[in-house]
Every structure is written in C-alpha cells, then in structure tokens.
C-alpha cells in the first residue's frame, strides 16, 4: 500500500478505470456473442438485426480508448464478413 498522497489517489482512480474497461469489454463481447450465435443457429435475420447493436457496442468501447480503434474496425469487419457469408 502505497504511503503517497498522490499514488493512493492513482490507485483509486486506477480501480474505477479498471472497472469501466471491464463492464465496457463485457458489453462489446456479449455482443459480438449474440451475433455469433445467431450465424451459428443459421438465422440471418437476426444476425442482421444484432449487428448495429454489436457496431455501437465496439465504437463506444473505442470511443472510452477500451480497446483501440483499429481493434475495433478489425471486430466489425470481422462481423460483418461472416453476417455477410451466411445470407449469401
């Protein structure tokens, strides 16, 4: 435990970013989840309909600097190939 003033401090705000980060990445991995599965039960329909949620989940996460920005890019693309590859 640090003796500092200004380390405590870096300490609490180290755990309140650290916990940001954590719902953040939970939200953006359910999800890009809940896509997966709708492309592995075989419903494009639904797939379609999850991927503006799974789009807005990955920007914010970028958005908070979470993840980076071209992680996020990646992920989507990733996304929408496979939402792609199913309805063709």
């Keep these: 435990m640090p003796n500092i003033k200004s380390s405590i401090k870096s300490m609490r705000i180290d755990a309140k970013r650290r916990e940001r980060n954590i719902t953040e990445k939970e ?6 989840k809940l896509v997966l599965n709708a492309i592995a039960e075989g419903n494009a ?7 503006p949620a799974a789009y807005k989940a990955l920007d914010q996460a970028a958005a908070n600097n979470t993840i980076h920005k071209n992680a996020a890019a990646r992920k989507k693309s990733k ?3 496979k939402v792609n590859s199913i309805t063709a």
Aim: hydrophobic share 45%.
């Design 79 to 81: 996304l929408t190939l």
């Design 45 to 51: 329909d639904e797939a379609k309909k999850l991927l």
């Design 27 to 32: 939200r953006f991995k359910k999800a890009q």
